[in-house]
């Protein structure tokens, strides 16, 4: 399996920051890298796609970068509808599809 | 309109047989991959596995292999998810969501409670 690790775990940030996550992959997986916010009690929504493909109807704050093996998610000025919690997902043709851990970002 | 709509909610014993549903409607179900995927309380996202409607090829996670089995009817645009034998830690919500490139549209998701 290709293993997803993200990082931090928990971010805690206030409204305006400039915000960074990480996500690491195990093994080389070109660009089949998505990320997802994901809201208490609500379905996981998809931000970005193909590493840097920004999903239609995402706010352009959300931005993803990264291929191989590193790759980022950056929200450029956070606003209170982005306190929620974020997931990496390789989706490569040659094995099974695995998420990263999350990371909760929080107010500070 | 796109959606995914799954069954409701099950609260069955350890042991006992399950299966649950994820509908499609508003676009071409043999068109997508359908993922399962799990999230057990207060935890992360775990891809199970995925089912091509058009030819019923199916990847499992090596996690879930030979404990669950997914499966499609097509003629009824529909995915499943099935046990044969509940366990306690099979207590989750189970999300459905469309895939052609990307991952865009998710079900509401299946509380599963398996207490004896």
């Known amino acids: 399996d290709i293993q997803m690790t993200q990082s931090p775990s928990t971010l805690s940030a206030s409204i305006g920051d400039r915000v960074t996550i990480t996500c690491r992959a195990s093994?080389?997986?070109?660009?089949?890298l998505a990320w997802f916010q994901q809201r208490p009690g609500k379905a996981p929504k998809v931000l970005i796609y193909?590493?840097?493909t920004l999903e239609s109807g995402v706010p352009s704050r959300f931005s993803g970068s990264g291929s191989g093996t590193e790759f980022t998610l950056t929200i450029s000025s956070l606003q209170p509808d982005d306190f929620a919690t974020y997931y990496c997902?390789?989706?490569?043709?040659?094995?099974?599809?695995?998420f990263g851990q999350g990371t909760k970002v929080e107010i500070k | 309109e796109v959606q995914l709509v799954q069954s409701g909610a099950e609260v069955k014993e350890p042991g006992e047989s399950l299966r649950i549903s994820c509908k499609g409607s508003?676009?071409?179900?043999?068109?997508?991959?359908i993922s399962w995927v799990r999230q057990m309380p207060g935890k992360g996202l775990e891809w199970m596995g995925r089912?091509?409607?058009?030819?019923?090829?199916?990847n499992y996670s090596p996690s879930f292999q030979g404990h669950v089995t997914i499966s499609a009817d097509t003629s009824i645009s529909t995915a499943y998810l099935q046990w044969n034998t509940l366990k306690a830690a099979d207590t989750a919500l189970y999300y459905c969501?469309?895939?052609?490139?990307?991952?865009?549209?998710w079900g509401q998701g299946t509380l599963v409670t398996v207490s004896s």
């Open positions: 193909k590493a840097t």
């Open positions: 969501a469309r895939h052609d490139g990307r991952t865009d549209y």
């Open positions: 508003g676009y071409i179900f043999t068109n997508y991959w």
């Open positions: 997902q390789q989706y490569t043709a040659y094995s099974p599809w695995t």
């Open positions: 089912i091509d409607p058009r030819d019923s090829s199916i």
């Open positions: 093994q080389n997986i070109h660009s089949w």
